[in-house]
Structures are given as structure tokens and as C-alpha cells.
């Protein structure tokens, strides 16, 4: 199948932008990091407070469970911005569009 020729081409395709919005998407990884790694502390201690000497394995379970759920999130969403943010969705080829 051939390219289409109308296609526009994408900002991140330009190293300097590229470099830099790869930069401010980690920068939000890292800060999510440290929300997520204080989230689960928090949360960690509630459950000490509420239940006292439980299982570890509840313990264990608890901190992967909201820690890889708001890791995740984090990630996904901080590629839609990053996405959004360069104008890369804009330089797509609709083909509905013709």
C-alpha cells in the first residue's frame, strides 16, 4: 500500500522537539513516582492503624495493586498528553477525510 502523499509530518520527528518532549515526559513519570510511592505508604498505614497484624501478604498485595495501577495510568496518559502536546495527533492521515 502506498503513502499517502498529502501526509503531514510529525513534530516528533524533529530530534530537538522530540528530545525535549521526552524530557517533560519523564519529568511527570518522576513526579508520579513519588505521588505514587507516598500514596502507597499512606495507604499502608491506614491498613496498619484500621486491621493492625495481618497477613504480609495483604500488605504485599495492597502496595503492587495501587502501585501498578497509578504507575500505569501515569503512563498511558502522560503519552496521550505527550501525543496531544507535540501536535503528533494532528499529523496523521484521515482517510475519512477525502
Known amino acids: 500500500m502506498a503513502k499517502p502523499t498529502n501526509q503531514k509530518k510529525s513534530p516528533l520527528d524533529d530530534p530537538e522537539q522530540a528530545a525535549f518532549a521526552w524530557a517533560r515526559y519523564r519529568r511527570l513519570m518522576a513526579f508520579m513516582m513519588f505521588v505514587t510511592v507516598s500514596v502507597v ?20 498485595a495492597t502496595a503492587l495493586g495501587i502501585g501498578f495501577a497509578m504507575l500505569l495510568t501515569s503512563a498511558l496518559m502522560g503519552l496521550v498528553f505527550l501525543s496531544n502536546g507535540t501536535g503528533h495527533d494532528a499529523s496523521i492521515h484521515d482517510p475519512t477525510a477525502d
Open 41 to 60: 505508604a499512606g495507604a499502608m498505614y491506614l491498613l496498619w492503624r484500621e486491621n493492625g497484624d495481618v497477613s504480609v501478604h495483604l500488605y504485599i
